[in-house]
């Protein structure tokens, strides 16, 4: 038996006339955190966007813990065990820090409760003496923060993140990087979308790259690392 929490097999994807993945296959092993790199418009988000059911495939399969879920609204699929931040974060402008870890709690698969309200406030201090502050009103890095803390008030056996390093401050970046890898010691399996291979490097175990629409590589960080031509050639600024 398998032991993919996310399996996707020939996802094709279409905005309108215009298709923009092309075939991916992507798996993510239970307790792996996987790194989904390719520059801008390589078709990550549209990726994690077909996973969550935001984007749904044309053709290809995805399952998640085991169930197929392609085509299934974005709720069954948050149902299924599935956490996601997307990349603009949505937070809800007009409700406060609490309002919006209240609005996503639930709980997880077998009616796991592991994470509270108590435990997201010792997880993301910062948040403390911003609780009863407008989501609208908070730093990108503190709406960054808010919605990782959102997405785990639903307890997820799987999380995607998509971009969570993007247009923040370095000290904020590298707050988010020990949040992801204190997740990662709890065994939960997580694919990080990102174009900052570098970031990803103490997080990951695993990457995909993306270009195009297409995977073009797959292996571990490590090769990665030490792979001149893939990184030059789809990665690279």
């Given at each position: 038996m398998s032991n993919n929490v996310i399996a996707v097999q020939g996802l094709n994807v279409f905005y309108g006339a215009s298709q923009i993945l092309f075939g991916v296959d992507l798996a993510v092993?239970?307790?792996q955190t996987m790194a989904l790199l390719g520059r801008n418009g390589a078709g990550k988000s549209t990726t994690m966007k077909a996973i969550a059911g935001v984007a749904p495939p044309k053709s290809g399969s995805v399952s998640v813990l085991g169930k197929p879920v392609a085509g299934a609204p974005p709720h069954k699929i948050a149902r299924a065990g599935l956490g996601f931040v997307p990349e603009d974060r949505q937070v809800f402008p007009?409700?406060?820090?609490?309002?919006?870890?209240?609005?996503?709690?639930?709980?997880?698969?077998?009616?796991?409760?592991?994470?509270?309200?108590?435990?997201?406030?010792?997880?993301?201090?910062?948040?403390?003496?911003?609780?009863?502050?407008m989501a609208g009103r908070l730093s990108g890095g503190e709406q960054q923060m808010l919605a990782i803390?959102?997405?785990?008030?639903?307890?997820?056996?799987?999380?995607?993140?998509?971009?969570?390093?993007?247009?923040?401050?370095?000290?904020?970046?590298?707050?988010?990087?020990?949040?992801?890898?204190?997740?990662?010691?709890?065994?939960?399996?997580?694919?990080?979308?990102?174009?900052?291979?570098?970031?990803?490097?103490?997080?990951?175990?695993?990457?995909?790259?993306?270009?195009?629409?297409?995977?073009?590589?797959?292996?571990?960080?490590a090769e990665l690392k030490a792979n001149d031509d893939i990184r030059q050639r789809y990665l690279a600024l």
């Open positions: 092993k239970e307790g007009e409700h406060s820090v609490e309002d919006n870890l209240l609005i996503a709690e639930k709980p997880g698969l077998d009616g796991r409760n592991d994470w509270t309200m108590d435990r997201i406030f010792e997880a993301f201090p910062l948040l403390v003496p911003l609780r009863q502050r803390a959102r997405m785990l008030m639903g307890n997820p056996s799987v999380m995607l993140l998509d971009e969570p390093s993007e247009g923040l401050a370095p000290i904020i970046v590298q707050r988010i990087g020990e949040v992801i890898r204190a997740l990662a010691k709890t065994g939960v399996s997580i694919l990080i979308a990102e174009q900052n291979m570098h970031f990803c490097l103490g997080l990951a175990s695993d990457a995909t790259v993306i270009d195009k629409g297409k995977i073009v590589y797959r292996g571990s960080i």
